[in-house]
């Protein structure tokens, strides 16, 4: 009797971590993020994948370090959400590492005003806040 529970007990520790990081990989946040660049400081994100403010800044972070080779400074929202100027019919933030007039920093991650500053330092970051999140963005030419 002893040896049937032992085995059952045994084959149960076994499978269940394994069932756990299948299902881990399952809720992994994916997000591909396309990014027009306007000009040498300015670059438009466009939502997709049903991002928000915390994956927006982080793009915005990533573009600006892989893309415009930019390591320090600060990240300005120079248009806030809105409709997309790349994409009709998409919403998007327009974002640039010149100073804009209005700048204020805030505490949240959101994407909605004109003027809102986080460091580049800091955008990027939000990248690696959560382990679960994986973020991918795509340059784009008009």
Same mark, same amino acid.
């Given at each position: 009797m002893f040896r049937p529970i032992l085995a059952l007990a045994l084959g149960a520790a076994i499978f269940v971590p394994t069932l756990g990081a299948a299902q881990e990989e399952v809720r992994r946040e994916r @997000?591909?993020?396309? +990014? @027009?660049?306007?000009? *040498?400081?300015? @670059? #438009? /994100?466009? #939502?997709? &994948?049903? %991002?928000?403010?915390?994956?927006?800044?982080? %793009? %915005? !972070?990533?573009?600006?370090?892989? @893309?415009? !080779?930019?390591?320090? !400074? $600060? +990240?300005?929202?120079? *248009?806030?959400? &809105?409709? $997309?100027? *790349? +994409? /009709?019919?998409?919403?998007?933030v327009i974002f640039t590492t010149q100073a804009v007039e209005g700048a204020f920093s805030s505490t949240s991650q959101g994407i909605r005003r004109t003027g809102q500053v986080f460091s580049m *330092?800091? %955008?990027?970051a939000l990248c690696r806040g959560t382990p679960r999140l994986q973020i991918k963005i795509r340059e784009n030419r008009l």
């Open positions: @997000f591909d993020i396309p +990014i @027009f660049p306007i000009d *040498a400081n300015t @670059f #438009e /994100v466009i #939502e997709n &994948d049903g %991002a928000g403010g915390t994956q927006m800044w982080c %793009a %915005a !972070g990533i573009y600006t370090r892989q @893309f415009l !080779g930019q390591r320090g !400074g $600060s +990240i300005y929202i120079q *248009a806030g959400r &809105d409709n $997309s100027r *790349a +994409i /009709v019919g998409r919403k998007s *330092a800091h %955008a990027y």
